[in-house]
């Protein structure tokens, strides 16, 4: 038997379909899972006639790979990629190298990458995005940590991955964590996106009283926008022709208002404070996700404050497309928090980002897939040394354009009484980045008054300090 070229540890149904999808695109490949029964599950419902080899121990597994062994790991982020890879370690030979194709920390990422090289093997953290349909079909790659591991994939990475116009959605993105850290901020704009979409649905649910087959017209129409065009507004306009076949109702109104979450949208947010780069958006979208699952509290509040919400009575049309601008205007918003922290994550842990290149990778195969990454992408290339996409003259002008349309929705969102977090935090964080002079004197002046904290002045040189005693 010829040796395997690429070997999948992991088979859940990411892991199997991203076994498929290396097969299928003509390299043999070694399979092996820690309960057998899966493997042989796999094997025989979806490997018949393909050419994949099982191993039911990591040494028969590891003997079937051809040198340089490529193995993918496709476990549970945390403890699980730890315990595979102590038992692949000393089964492996320098040169080998392991994937982690999970949504790691990057911390984690960073950590698992100094070992490994330290032993003369290669670890590549890489992001896949695309949920099981882009794992079978071509995701969104984003591999990081030992170029030289990198090298020996990519032959393999471009073929499974996502093509689009400018190629395959797949490129090296940077050492140690770099892979699972832009995969992490995919995820924090995701969350963004997502609770932007849940809040337009909202305002035009709620508040103007659109039914399920409007708000799917809706939506299509949207889908069809250069501005919208995207995965996301794809299946929310076909959620809302989902009926359920159990009671003929449409499904999405029988879904429980609870939204689960497994981390990588608050690691965002929490690395995004660490490096001190504004992210309301998205911090917004976490904050959302958390308050939706405080349901009984939720419930016991709605018979205690009783507060009707308003109902929109003025012209429906104008509306959709103001909560159209708006949704626009704060996605804008929420991608330039998420670029702008890459710039920074870049600088410190100096993974040498090309962000217009990261954007490219985005444009298909995963979640956030849009139109609208072109843009950013061009943006980037114009400029990389761009300090916010918001300066991008493209996106300046698009959203000075539609800022009128953003504002009346927010006001018509206070009045009727419909949060819209993600909305707010978007116009607030356009508001104060265009800002030459914000408030925070007055917070100074406080924090010398109280803490003798010392505070600089407009009309003296930068980095001298005052302090003032405020009591007489
Ligand atoms: C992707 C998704 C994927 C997954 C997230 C969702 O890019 O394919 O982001 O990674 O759906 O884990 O995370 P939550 O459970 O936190 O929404």
């Known amino acids: 038997m010829t040796k395997r ?25 070694a399979v092996y899972n820690r309960t057998s ?203 809302f022709t989902k009926m359920d076949t159990e009671t003929d109702q449409h499904l999405v109104d029988l879904i429980m208002d609870t939204a689960g979450q497994k981390g990588t949208g608050r690691w965002t947010v929490m690395s995004a404070l660490e490096l001190g780069v504004p992210v309301p958006t998205m911090y917004a979208a976490v904050n959302a996700r958390i308050m939706s699952s405080y349901k009984d509290e939720r419930v016991a509040a709605a018979q205690e404050i009783t507060a009707e919400v308003g109902t929109f009575s003025g012209d429906k049309q104008t509306f959709i497309n103001q909560v ?37 990778i985005w444009k298909g195969g995963c979640i956030i897939r849009a139109g609208f990454l072109d843009k950013i992408k061009a943006a980037f290339t114009e400029n990389p040394d761009l300090p916010n996409l918001l300066l991008a003259p493209e996106f300046k002008q698009s959203i ?9 929705v927010l006001v018509m969102a206070n009045q009727l009484g419909i949060a819209v977090p993600a909305f707010s935090s978007s116009l607030d964080y356009f508001d104060s980045y265009r800002r030459e002079r914000l408030p925070q004197n007055l917070t100074q002046a406080q924090r010398d008054y109280f803490g003798a904290h010392t505070y600089e002045r407009t009309d003296k040189p930068k980095g001298e300090f005052f302090h003032t005693q405020w009591m007489e």
Not at 82 to 110: A, C, F, H, R, W
């Open 400 to 408: 000075l354009d539609r800022q009128s349309a953003w504002r009346e």
């Open 324 to 360: 159209r601008d708006a949704l626009y205007c704060s996605k804008m918003c929420s991608y330039a928090q998420g670029m702008a922290l890459l710039r920074k994550a870049s600088q410190e842990y100096n993974y040498g980002l090309d962000l217009g290149e990261d954007a490219r």
């Open 37 to 239: 029964a899966k493997t042989e599950q796999f094997m025989a419902e979806r490997a018949q006639g393909k050419d994949v080899k099982a191993a039911y121990s990591l040494e028969e597994f590891v003997q079937l790979l051809e040198r340089p062994r490529k193995v993918l790991v496709m476990v549970k982020a945390g403890g699980p990629v730890d315990k595979v890879i102590e038992q692949l370690k000393p089964l492996l030979e320098p040169g080998d190298m392991i994937i982690d194709g999970g949504n790691s920390l990057y911390e984690d990422t960073e950590r698992r990458t100094q070992d490994l090289e330290a032993t003369g093997l290669g670890f590549v953290g890489m992001g896949v995005s695309g949920g099981e349909e882009g794992a079978l079909k071509g995701p969104s790659l984003m591999p990081g940590g030992t170029a030289s591991a990198y090298q020996e994939l990519e032959p393999i990475l471009v073929k499974i991955a996502a093509q689009v116009d400018d190629g395959p959605c797949v490129a090296y993105i940077g050492r140690g964590g770099a892979g699972h850290y832009v995969k992490m901020v995919h995820n924090g704009i995701e969350y963004g996106d997502m609770q932007l979409i849940a809040e337009a649905y909202d305002l035009l649910k709620l508040g103007a009283g659109l039914t399920n087959p409007e708000l799917h017209a809706v939506f299509a129409e949207w889908n069809k926008t250069e501005e919208l065009n995207s995965f996301l507004i794809e299946i929310t306009a076909d959620i």
């Open 5 to 29: 070229t690429f070997g999948v540890i992991g088979l859940a149904v990411m892991g199997e379909n991203l076994a498929l999808n290396v097969e299928s695109r003509g390299f043999p490949i």
